[in-house]
């Protein structure tokens, strides 16, 4: 197994605006020492390590990790595709073989096509000549626009974290917008989809029930081959912890066939992310 999708954050390093107060339980250093339980029990062997805060400092920080960490098999970090040094800044950090790829805060933005503007293009042009991955921290307004920038860089691998976060919990069936913009992205054959983030956008109450229809449609629009699956750790211990995610995840892809839950365990992050 592959966990596409998990933080170390060391809090001393004074770059972290989140994690704060309003998530108390996680306002701690995590570092491999305590994802390596869970890893061990859980049965996953490789991890991609991704970026919490928008600073190359952390990104620099998170490679150091890497290439001295087992499990971690690449890193996905932060520059700012805005500034006039992004090209030179984005060469810097690609001398490091662990950097897999990049990501734009997005959900923290206001502007929700800021990914559009034109002195953002030559950073993501640069980026997909290079073989770096995108990933896409987004929220269900940005979906058109993230099709959008799958149609001007149709060689630039996108993988859409966390379902794009929509509203879950208490609601027999997703949100129509969400699932149409979903869809449209699914057409996109550079567009990827992480399975992480599910159960923190509900909350500790969240139930099985909740979870199946989104699951469900995500599996349906890009189908296994293109659906990775991650913890979102250490912030899914805000919702019931890695192993209670891991247990309700296999119960979703049960209905799936042994090679279609491996692909979506281990060979879809192995193809996105170039994993040998």
């Not at 269900?140 to 691998?157: E, F, N, S, V, W």
């Amino acid at each position: 197994m592959i966990d596409a999708h998990q933080h170390f954050w060391r809090l001393s390093r004074g770059d972290y605006p989140w994690p704060d107060e309003s998530v108390a339980p996680i306002l701690r250093d995590y570092g491999p020492d305590d994802l390596r339980p869970h890893l061990r029990r859980a049965g996953v062997e490789r991890t991609i390590l991704v970026q919490a805060t928008a600073t190359v400092a952390e990104t620099e920080f998170l490679l150091k990790i890497a290439a001295e960490c087992d499990f971690v098999a690449g890193v996905v970090g932060w520059a700012d595709l805005s500034a006039p040094d992004a090209l030179p800044t984005i060469d810097r950090l690609r001398r490091d073989p662990g950097l897999l790829g990049l990501r734009p805060m997005l959900q923290g933005i206001e502007d929700t096509d800021w990914i559009l503007r034109d002195d953002v293009r030559p950073a993501l042009a640069h980026m997909a000549g290079t073989g770096l991955r995108f990933d896409a921290l987004v929220q269900p307004r940005h979906l058109g626009a993230i099709a959008t920038l799958a149609d001007r860089h149709p060689t630039l691998a996108i993988v859409i974290d966390h379902l794009a976060k929509p509203r879950m919990g208490g609601i027999a069936r997703p949100d129509e917008a969400w699932a149409a913009g979903m869809n449209a992205l699914a057409r996109r054959p550079n567009v990827w989809c992480k399975l992480s983030g599910m159960v923190t956008e509900i909350g500790p109450d969240w139930r099985e029930a909740d979870l199946r229809p989104f699951a469900d449609h995500v599996l349906a629009a890009f189908g296994p081959a293109r659906v990775l699956w991650g913890s979102d750790w250490p912030v899914v211990d805000l919702a019931g912890g890695y192993d209670a995610w891991a247990a309700v995840t296999r119960s979703l892809l049960s209905g799936l066939d042994q090679a279609a839950r491996e692909r979506v365990f281990s060979g879809s992050a192995q193809q996105f992310y170039g994993l040998s």
